[in-house]
């Protein structure tokens, strides 16, 4: 492996891995299982296929999560609870998209394969500290029963 493509490598692995702390920093403390079987498979596979390939099966771990959670919150909620619920998840749907957007927009005018696992990342995370609050609000139900 070449110098260069070495660091290449390790440079985009440690943005997604930052990029994951970061967010678990943001979201919870905890140690989630997503996070280390997104941590387990980066480490098996360096490409820039396999880094994509890896963050966005975690992406879809981390929507199923959401919309367990989701669900899970809103059979908590009486009607105004629930009412108020789903109008906060619209608007964190519109704000989901359009920061989607301004990711794809940013990430078009840059040269270079090591963006792609980035704006891969940065979308997983997105989703991610979602999954995280509803999670958070759903224990915060769960030990004041």
């Known amino acids: 492996m070449t110098k260069n493509l070495s660091i290449s490598i390790s440079l985009i692995l440690s943005f997604v891995l930052f ?13 989630h299982p997503i996070d280390r079987t997104l941590e387990i498979c980066l480490q098996k596979d360096f490409t820039t296929a396999g ?18 959670a989701y669900n899970a919150l809103n059979r908590q909620l009486d009607a105004k609870g629930k009412a108020s619920l789903k109008k906060a ?12 957007e301004l990711l794809d927009r940013i990430y078009s005018g840059l040269q270079g394969t090591i963006y792609i696992p980035a704006r891969a990342s940065n979308r997983l995370d997105i989703v991610r500290v979602r999954a995280l609050e509803l999670n958070q609000y759903l224990e915060l139900l769960q030990q004041n029963q």
């Open 19 to 31: 990029s994951s702390v970061a967010s678990a920093e943001e979201g919870t403390k905890k140690d």
């Open 51 to 68: 880094m994509v390939e890896c963050i966005g099966r975690a992406y879809e771990m981390w929507d199923r999560e959401l919309n367990r």
């Open 89 to 100: 998840q619209l608007a964190w749907l519109k704000y989901r998209d359009a920061e989607f």
